[in-house]
T-cell receptor, first 115, second 108 residues
Framework: DTAVSQTPKYLVTQMGNDKSIKCEQN?????MYWYKQDSKKFLKIMFS???????INETVPNRFSPKSPDKAHLNLHINSLELGDSAVYFC??????????????FGPGTRLTVL | KNEVEQSPQNLTAQEGEFITINCSYS?????LHWLQQHPGGGIVSLFM???GKKKHGRLIATINIQEKHSSLHITASHPRDSAVYIC??????????FGQGTRLTINP
């Protein structure tokens, strides 16, 4: 069974569209994360949720809105997509907050291409 | 200057060589993680450590809290070890800071 799954794996869309990426974990973890990996392969944290509550919200445009319907899911919705949003987006989960020394498990990534 | 610096940024070696990747950080941390990103893009957590040394198979990770430095070693390197290795520190207030990654290529 996949521990952290993301859908879709690939997403190609036009500028200006709104799209969502879904993430689910079946590990019983309390904390989930969204990361963006740009073309230079640099990973940056975007959001962190703990028990459905927003914990970390790094400086990202407010076009990005995470939604956590329950603690096993953390979806990422992006409005008015821009060319610069093209990247690979990784979801991850950990037993609880990263500062409490917990290993993170990563999803396979979603490659978003904005044309 | 980044809060987490990795060296080298790129490393090419021959199969069988002993590999060392370094990570230095300037922030207070509660733990340090080493991640491996395969050429296909998947990310795997290799180690999480807050002191001393850990070993998994041919991989060894060490950390020196006083010197704010960690090393990842690979013994008897193999082409399948070719990947990007990323150092991540977790500090107070759930802050996560990533190194820029080290791209390792092991030639047969």
């Amino acid at each position: 069974d996949t521990a952290v799954s993301q859908t879709p794996k690939y997403l190609v869309t036009q500028m200006g569209n709104d799209k969502s990426i879904k993430c689910e974990q079946n590990l019983g973890h309390d904390t989930m994360y969204w990361y963006k990996q740009d073309s230079k392969k640099f990973l940056k944290i975007m959001f962190s949720y703990n028990n459905k509550e927003l914990i970390i919200n790094e400086t990202v445009p407010n076009r990005f809105s995470p939604k956590s319907p329950d603690k096993a899911h953390l979806n990422l919705h992006i409005n008015s997509l821009e060319l610069g949003d093209s990247a690979v987006y990784f979801c991850a989960s950990s037993r609880n907050l990263a500062g409490a020394n917990n290993e993170q498990f990563f999803g396979p990534g979603t490659r978003l291409t904005v044309l | 200057k980044n809060e987490v610096e990795q060296s080298p940024q790129n490393l090419t070696a021959q199969e069988g060589e002993f590999i060392t990747i370094n990570c230095s950080y300037s922030v207070g941390i509660s733990a340090l993680h080493w991640l491996q990103q395969h050429p296909g893009g998947g990310i795997v957590s290799l180690f999480m450590l807050s002191s001393g040394k850990k070993k998994h198979g041919r991989l060894i990770a060490t950390i020196n809290i006083q010197e704010k430095h960690s090393s990842l070693h690979i013994t008897a390197s193999h082409p399948r070890d070719s990947a990007v290795y990323i150092c991540v520190v977790s500090g107070g207030a759930q802050k996560l800071v990533f190194g820029q990654g080290t791209r390792l290529t092991i030639n047969p």
